[in-house]
């Protein structure tokens, strides 16, 4: 190392605590976003190949409708023309006893090697799995994982029905497509699915190669799509997702980098004798700027490395709980682990080294201006730059209002918009601590009590460093409070939609209930509902696919019989109803209607059992059951059009005298009941919850890290703020203050700070909480959620900051009350 | 060995609103290896000239030139590379870097040139005349005040530049400190040839003078 | 049949048949040529090996003759392992342009007592087809093969025909078949005249080895006359010429000694049919063989294995494969007063799918001129 920086980096060795803090608080953020970044990168790869690898070649695919493509129309396909490499599958969801979703995926072996060589060439010599009923084929890393033995019979669950399959053969492909692929798949030969799955005589999709020049007609009700479809679909789907949880990450990053912005400045603050006699030793202003460009990359590149590992153990935890959300939201799938690639590591490093570049930027500018004069002179007062920040602020204001009204579809600029808003929020806090603390030291000047002024005027004399600090500290705890006030408010908005929605006491399905992997319910259980004396009303529901000309769309079928609707944003039930029963209409979920920008009146063309039909929208209505929306129709309007698959769920309202819990598990003892989860109206709400609740874990997570983050800002500044005011205090020792009265002294400018930053941490995270939820929320699933403001929330958050800006300040004021006048005003 | 001349300087600060003429109208010329004492009343404006001299900050108008250099007309980077290459600076506050060791704050100068080592046998010799030979890797903040300013000193006059320039030098140490300080300091100077400007209150230094510049009321006046 | 390799047991002496051979194929494939060049290609690959293999408990065995009744024999027959039609054939245009065809359907036993399946997919059987074209004037080959269970109708052959896939014949050989093949590169349409039948070995049972037990059910139509059209490269050749049709089923496999053999199938200018061949040991020499002659009536007989003589003349070189095969081939049958040289019409007709054979056109050149068919293995 040179002299140039070992003279300016020798500063750090002496402070280590600031050092560390600094450098663990710039790796937090940095970790924040790395794990995100590698759980959102993990998970969507995992899904796309998991799409991909059981693609195949395939350059089409026709997908059933409501129930399924016929096999017989594939036999047609094959006898009556010649060319059409095709291959059948047969596929749906099975859950192991311990409730892990696993796919079955069921193929024709004979069919296999021309449109998914990779499966046909893992699948080798299995003739075990068309000959044996039951046999399944699984990659060698699900088994692994399982531990199972080729032959053992793995138990799974099928909608009601348990079926023993038997393991006959371990894939091991070579290629990481196909492994990832068949991570959490079970192959078997088409029979083999078709009887585990209850779909008889019946395919879930053809898989073709085909010229794009060839023209196939697909059978009824089903529609011939590219295969890149599905992945588009899928990458559609979850985008918004994905992009939300980058955009907290960086809400991390963001208050990581006011801490080393303010650790730098202090650190920079401290050494500007240092720098003056450099230079006046004769380093040039590039020299100095260079050795600090090389202390701050330092810096950067040790926050990355500590980021890149919390960033990869964090990618992991996040990554269950993003796969659990997606398959809670999209589909069924677990997810694959976090790999660390080449491409992360850069990015993780591009990040560490960025924030601290950019954060250090300032005080390294300011460093060049510093001149050897200073050797030789007491500095000029310090320029007040509170209120031409203020002024920033106002701009940046402006800037995010503008910003939110020049697409009011975009997800992207609304994030821009709400960091400009941020940035502005912060701007604004040198001004409001000014303004703050001279009204607090105008009061205690005018009370007559000369300490209590001291406390309140301190602050605002070193507000270049007290600003930074209070920005950081404000910063964080509205973050923290504005995506707390937006799951309260969005959790609030559920359970009005839940209360809304399950009118019924009773509600009974074949799967999770949640998501349209449903399987259907047996007959038997449904005349048992309906024989039960207690039953007055029984609603079936079926949960299945229909396909648009570009989209296909979950449909939810229901025979109220009685108006019953979700509640509706647009239309009222009184005029809806007659027309969802009697016209060819359909009712449109919010989130559909806002992705596809369909209004009231508009038709969405479908390819029904009799091909292309248009229906009109006659209603949108509010809807949380995933986010890619869905078609709601009556039956009897349903079934004029496509095939009426079976219900694969039920809702019973009881009489009034009914004892729900009592129907409830006398209906459970029913043996056409088995395997169902059949809930209360009460438990269903719950579940939906825990549901909801597991979505916004890793909000919560992430959340938790800005916190923490702030936390390390708030000891860093405040610990900053305490050495320069360490002389300041002393002189009071030498004056003639006792060390309690200093202690005190000292404690109070902490808690003022900190009072300052709850308090304004409370408008500000209300405006944040306002963009994610009107806004952000908004744009990105097509959600109308009520913004609750939350009072009650708003008490921790001010007690929040002042604990922290409190616990960060004793240790140093304890150090300056302790130390003795001499050797105090000797460090200073 | 290096002329200096100061033609017609003035200097002002801005403070707030007002403007504060701290020099006006200095012109004086010191001969190349003469010693001169910079006297005058605190706040007369002695650091502030001895900036100007040093090429640390620029006059207001006039013409400050060293060793046929004229520093005013020179850029921030030129001045700085001037003053590392002909200046050697003891001041008040013991310009010593506390981050580095003794013997790396007389290594310094060349590091900034990109060559570390180049005054190494020169900084033991250095050391050596000072006194503190055995000192070498200390670190400033474990010396006292007067081996503070010995290794000042060393460190102005390691690059055996053709101005000294001081600021109070011997300003924090006792009287028999002051004495040994100055003694070794204009002593080496003289054996280096080099041309010595020292701002100072103490006449003891005054006397030592080959001749004085009292600053008063802005401008200069040679005794 | 009396005669005998005279170092092998008495059991063993009696004349393979035709039968026998095309059992041989199937096995032949399995042990020799089965596994393609490199690695494994797919499970449609595999399966068939697996099929192949010796084991054939449990399946029904032919021990005794039978009673052939048609036309319900030209259907599949469950239950045992293996089972083939089998069509070669010499057609030309009328400006002379000749092609060789061949379209083969297999069936094989997955499994000897199938499950009950819920499920129509469900199977204990497989259909796999080869087929070949052979263009004399540019000396082009150009095959495929197709694989399919045999659920569904998706493969299967029954008393009107047999087909996998959009691959089909209707018909039977004592009735006519209309033939109609599309592969990639070529196209097939042929209407196939009926013939007359006729029973191999034993009144259609054949032994197959020297070892007791293992026979194979057997009949063909030695010639059929054929006309139709040829789709190749764009073009619509008509053409006109005779096929040649063989049915066996069985169970049983071979002997583990026998590593490849060669096999002889002409039509004779002189209006009758010659089938010969020979098996080879590991060593290359031969371990046995067998001919038959028969006539467009059905009359037949079988000759003295003692007395034939097949020795390679000129080898070929497959460039894509690397193996060697005889494409010219001294020949001699005492009996017969037969002597002369079978030649390759191109030394280029090698299957080059999941399974690597040779089988095309060749001409028989001397004593008895004829064109006929030659399918090599084990080279």
């Known amino acids: ?828 | 060995m290096s002329r200096v001349e100061l033609d017609n300087v003035a200097k002002s600060y801005r403070e707030g609103d007002r403007v504060r003429a701290v020099l006006s109208n200095c012109s004086g010329a010191i001969e190349p290896g003469a010693f001169v004492a910079l006297t005058g009343a605190s706040g007369t404006g002695k650091s502030t000239l001895l900036g100007l001299v040093a090429g640390m900050d620029r006059p207001d108008s006039g013409r400050v030139v060293v060793a046929d250099t004229d520093l005013a007309a020179l850029d921030e980077t030129a001045r700085t590379r001037f003053r590392r290459r002909h200046l050697g600076l003891v001041i008040q506050q013991f310009n010593l870097i506390d981050t580095l060791s003794v013997r790396e704050n007389l290594l310094l100068r060349g590091a900034l040139d990109g060559a570390a080592q180049r005054d190494a046998a020169e900084a033991e010799r250095l050391l050596e005349a000072v006194g503190l030979a055995d000192r070498g890797d200390a670190r400033p903040d474990r010396l006292s005040g007067g081996e503070q300013q010995r290794v000042a000193i060393a460190a102005a006059l390691i690059h055996q530049p053709a101005l000294i320039l001081a600021d109070e030098p011997t300003g924090n140490l006792d009287r028999r400190n002051a004495e040994t300080v100055l003694s070794l300091f204009v002593d080496l100077v003289r054996a280096h040839g080099a041309t010595l400007l020292v701002a100072t209150h103490d006449p003891a230094v005054a006397e030592r003078a080959d001749y004085r510049w009292e600053l008063c009321d802005g401008a200069l006046q040679v005794t | 049949m009396a005669e005998a390799l005279p170092h092998r047991r008495p059991a063993a002496q009696r004349a393979f048949t035709a039968a026998t051979l095309a059992a041989l194929l199937c096995a032949m494939l399995a042990l020799v040529a089965g596994w393609p060049r490199g690695e494994p290609r797919a499970m449609s690959a595999a399966l068939a090996p697996a099929a192949l293999a010796a084991d054939a408990e449990g399946y029904l065995q032919a021990l005794e003759p039978r009673v052939f009744t048609f036309p319900d024999d030209h259907a599949a027959h469950p239950g045992y392992r293996t089972e083939w039609w089998y069509l070669t054939g010499n057609l030309q245009t009328v400006t002379g342009r000749r092609f060789g065809y061949q379209v083969t359907l297999f069936r094989r036993g997955l499994s000897p007592q199938p499950a009950e399946r819920a499920s129509h997919w469900g199977t204990g059987a497989m259909y796999f087809a080869h087929i070949g074209l052979s263009d004399a004037s540019t000396r082009r080959f150009h095959s495929a093969e197709r694989y399919a269970r045999d659920a569904l109708a998706l493969a299967g052959a029954d008393t009107d025909g047999f087909w996998i896939g959009d691959w089909a014949v209707s018909g039977t050989p004592d009735s006519g078949m209309d033939l109609r093949v599309t592969a990639d590169a070529f196209s097939l349409a042929f209407r196939i005249e009926p013939g007359a039948l006729v029973l191999r070995g034993h009144d259609g049972l054949s032994a197959k080895s020297a070892a007791a037990g293992n026979n194979s059910y057997y009949f063909a139509a030695p010639r059929l006359e054929t006309d139709g059209t040829i789709k190749l490269g764009g073009q619509e050749h008509a053409v006109k010429g005779q096929s040649w049709f063989d049915r066996e089923w069985s169970s049983s496999a071979l002997d583990r000694q026998q590593t490849g053999w060669d096999w002889i199938a002409v039509h004779l200018d002189d209006g009758r049919d010659l089938m010969l061949f020979q098996l080879r040991a590991a060593d290359g020499r031969r371990d046995f063989a067998a001919a038959e002659i028969s006539d467009a009536t059905g009359g037949r007989r079988q000759l003295d294995a003692d007395e034939i003589t097949l020795e390679p003349v000129q080898w070929w070189r497959s460039d894509a494969s690397g193996h060697r095969y005889p494409i010219r081939w001294r020949v001699a049958v005492a009996e017969l007063g037969l002597s002369g040289e079978l030649r390759a019409v191109f030394p280029d007709q090698e299957h080059r799918g999941d399974f690597r054979y040779w089988e095309g056109m060749v001409d028989l050149k001397g004593s008895h001129p004829g064109h006929g068919y030659l399918e090599m293995t084990g080279y």
């Open chain 1, 1 to 828: 190392m040179n002299l140039l920086l070992r003279a300016l980096w020798r500063w750090h060795a002496r402070h280590p605590v600031l050092l560390a803090v600094t450098v663990l608080g710039a790796a937090l953020g940095a970790a924040s976003v790395i794990a995100i970044d590698l759980a959102n990168a993990s998970s969507r790869r995992a899904f796309d190949h998991a799409v991909r690898g059981l693609t195949g070649q395939a350059t089409h695919q026709i997908h059933a409708g409501t129930v399924g493509i016929d096999e017989q129309w594939y036999v047609d396909l094959q006898r009556g023309r010649g060319g059409v490499l095709a291959a059948p599958v047969v596929r749906g969801q099975l859950r192991l006893h311990d409730g892990a979703p696993l796919e079955l995926f069921g193929i024709d072996p004979f069919a296999e090697a021309t449109v998914r060589p990779a499966i046909d060439a893992a699948l080798g010599s299995a003739e075990h799995l068309i000959t044996e009923p039951g046999a399944v084929a699984a990659g060698a890393d699900l088994v692994a994982r399982r531990g199972w033995q080729l032959g053992d019979t793995i138990s799974v669950r099928s909608g009601q029905d348990v079926h023993q399959l038997r393991l006959r053969a371990v894939l091991e492909p070579r290629d990481e497509l196909t492994t990832v692929a068949l991570r959490d798949v079970l192959i078997c030969d088409i029979a083999t699915a078709q009887e585990t799955l209850g779909l008889l005589g019946r395919l879930s999709r053809i898989d073709l190669v085909m010229e794009p020049s060839a023209r196939l007609e697909p059978p009824p009700g089903a529609v011939l799509r590219p295969a890149s479809s599905q992945r588009a679909q899928l990458a559609d789907m979850t985008a918004a997702f994905h992009l939300n949880l980058t955009a907290l990450s960086l809400l991390a990053l963001g208050v990581a980098a006011f801490l080393v912005y303010n650790a730098l400045g202090f650190a920079l603050l401290q050494r500007r004798g240092i720098i003056a006699r450099l230079r006046a030793v004769g380093a040039t202003p590039g020299q100095i700027a260079t050795a600090l460009l090389a202390e701050t990359a330092l810096l950067g590149l040790a926050a990355s490395a500590i980021g890149i590992a919390i960033g990869w153990v964090l990618g992991g935890v996040l990554l269950e709980q993003i796969g659990t959300t997606i398959s809670d939201l999209y589909l069924a799938r677990d997810v694959a682990r976090v790999e660390l690639g080449l491409a992360s590591v850069g990015k993780a490093l591009a990040t560490g080294l960025g924030v601290a570049l950019v954060a250090g930027a300032v005080p390294i500018i300011e460093a060049w201006r510093v001149t050897p004069r200073e050797q030789l002179q007491r500095a000029g007062p310090q320029r007040n730059w509170s209120l031409a920040l203020f002024g920033v602020a106002l701009v940046l204001a402006l800037v995010a209002v503008v910003l939110l009204q020049i697409d009011e579809r975009s997800i992207a600029l609304a994030f821009v918009a709400t960091g400009v808003a941020l940035a502005a929020g912060a701007c604004a806090v040198p001004l409001v601590l000014r303004a703050w603390c001279g009204l607090g030291a105008a009061l205690f000047s005018r009370l007559g009590r000369p300490l209590a002024t001291m406390i309140w005027r301190a602050p605002a004399q070193g507000l270049r460093r007290s600003g930074v600090a209070a920005a950081a500290l404000s910063l964080a705890v509205a973050a923290a409070l504005g995506v707390g006030i937006m799951v309260a408010s969005f959790r609030g908005t559920l359970i009005d939609w839940l209360d809304a929605t399950l009118g019924a006491d009773i509600y009974a399905s074949a799967g999770a209930g949640l998501t349209s992997e449903d399987r259907p319910l047996q007959q038997a259980f449904i005349d048992a509902v309906r024989a039960a004396p207690e039953v007055s009303a029984v609603t079936l529901r079926r949960d299945t696919t229909v396909h648009g000309r570009e989209h296909s769309y979950r449909a939810i079928v229901v025979d109220p019989s009685r108006p019953q609707l979700p509640p509706l944003r647009a239309g009222t039930l009184e005029t809806v109803w007659p027309r969802f029963i009697g016209d060819d209409a359909v009712v449109v979920s919010e989130q559909l209607a806002w992705r596809r920008g369909l209004g009231l009146g508009d038709t969405i063309a479908l390819q029904t059992e009799h091909g292309w039909h248009e229906f009109s929208v006659v209603a949108i209505t509010a809807d949380f059951a995933g986010d890619r929306g869905l078609l709601y129709w009556h039956a009897t309007t349903f079934a004029r059009h496509f095939v009426l698959p079976p219900a694969d769920g039920l809702a019973a309202e009881l009489s009034a005298d009914a004892d729900v819990d009592v129907v409830c598990a006398r209906l459970a003892r029913h043996p056409a009941a088995e395997g169902l989860a059949l809930r209360s109206q009460r438990a269903l709400r719950t579940a939906s919850l825990q549901v909801f609740d597991r979505t916004f874990l890793v909000t919560e997570a992430l959340r938790v890290i800005a916190a923490a983050v702030a936390v390390l800002s708030v000891v860093s500044a405040i610990a900053a703020l305490a050495v320069e005011r360490r002389s300041a205090l002393a002189l009071l020792r030498a004056r003639g203050a006792t060390p309690g009265q200093v202690w005190a002294l000292g404690m109070g400018e902490c808690g003022v700070l900190g009072l300052f930053c709850g308090v304004i941490a409370v408008p500000a995270g209300l405006g944040l909480a306002a963009l994610l939820t009107l806004v952000i929320n908004r744009r990105s699933f097509g959600w109308t959620l009520n913004l609750d403001p939350q009072p009650g929330q708003w008490l921790p958050a001010v007690l929040t900051a002042l604990i922290a800006a409190l616990i960060a300040g004793l240790v140093p004021t304890w150090r300056a009350a302790r130390a003795t006048p001499a050797e105090a005003m000797r460090d200073g």
